[in-house]
């Protein structure tokens, strides 16, 4: 039940911009709880890579006084990956195409973290 | 590390150093004959030791103790049993090394001035007879190896499980999410 209102809230995630390419919740343990992922990517390694990210992310938002983290953007020549927090016992992780504009990525990404802590 | 792992590292061991129950049977025929010199031994294995100065940092104020310790392993040497717990035993004693911080070098340098000084010893005791002294010296160095191989094995999997803890520190990872992580590529 819960699964489907994960996969639910990623497929409205998915659909809210053609530039999102796939999308996942993942625990803090980087273990899958749902996920949107193309058939060549390995759902073990995108959890866990994910989670692993996020964090790296927090320790050095820390470490050079940077704050409470929001979100690990990662760009490379293909496109996005992006993380962050839904919750203190999950993460969100995005994938999107180089041409994706980012500022509406962000607010749907937020908008899909805020959901998933609410069930989580 | 449990039992069935000690028991294939002692076998490991064995065939690598060739420390054979015949070797064990002539260790045993000399404990009567070497047991009374071993204090000397120890006590010339730490004066060559504080001689050493980036040894003598963990000597400081333990050397009493220390060679209590040290007289004891080489009684046992000369006594055995060679067993599983022997095995285990060392690879405790390998252990506390790493956990002291002692550089990886120094277990292998004090095996050899041990080794060095037993070798004197039984040089001493069979001047007239070479068989015996050869027997006795191929004994000596097979479990001198297997209890230094057995001590690196111990370092070597001590080491890196600091390594990895200082990792998951430095990077906020959970044990279970590096396990995940590492599971992933396997």
């Known amino acids: ?120 | 590390m449990n039992d069935t792992d000690f028991e294939r590292l002692a076998a490991y061991t064995r065939q690598f150093t060739g420390f054979s129950k015949e070797m064990e049977s002539v260790l045993n025929g000399l404990s009567e004959q070497i047991l009374p010199h071993l204090p000397d031994v120890t006590d010339s294995f730490y004066s060559v030791l504080l001689e050493i100065p980036k040894a003598r940092p963990f000597l400081d104020g333990r050397i009493d103790s220390l060679k209590q310790t040290h007289i004891r392993w080489l009684e046992q040497v000369f006594s055995g049993p060679f067993d599983v717990e022997y095995t285990k035993h060392m690879y405790q004693v390998g252990d506390v090394h790493v956990k002291v911080g002692l550089p990886v070098e120094f277990m292998a340098g004090a095996m050899t001035l041990v080794s060095t000084r037993i070798t004197e010893l039984l040089g001493e005791i069979f001047q007239d007879d070479s068989v015996q002294l050869k027997q006795s010296i191929a004994a000596v160095n097979a479990i001198l190896g297997y209890t230094l191989m057995v001590m690196q094995q111990s370092y070597e999997s001590s080491r890196l499980a600091e390594e990895l803890e200082k990792f998951l520190k430095i990077t906020g990872m959970s044990r279970t999410l590096f396990d995940n992580l590492a599971s992933a590529y396997k």
Not at chain 1, 66 to 90: C, D, F, K, N, W
Not at chain 1, 97 to 113: E, P, Q, Y
């Open chain 1, 1 to 120: 039940m819960r699964e489907d209102m994960l996969t639910s809230i990623l497929s409205d995630l998915n659909g809210s911009s053609a530039d999102i390419e796939a999308s996942a919740v993942i625990s803090t343990d980087g273990l899958i709880m749902s996920a949107l992922l193309p058939a060549n990517l390995d759902e073990d390694r995108v959890g866990a890579m994910s989670a692993a990210m996020l964090s790296l992310g927090d320790r050095t938002a820390t470490e050079l006084s940077r704050g409470e983290l929001e979100m690990v953007l990662i760009r490379g020549s293909q496109g996005y990956v992006i993380m962050t927090h839904a919750g203190p016992e999950a993460v969100v992780s995005v994938q999107a195409k180089s041409t994706a504009k980012l500022g509406l990525i962000f607010l749907d990404v937020k908008r899909a973290a805020a959901a998933i802590s609410k069930l989580i």
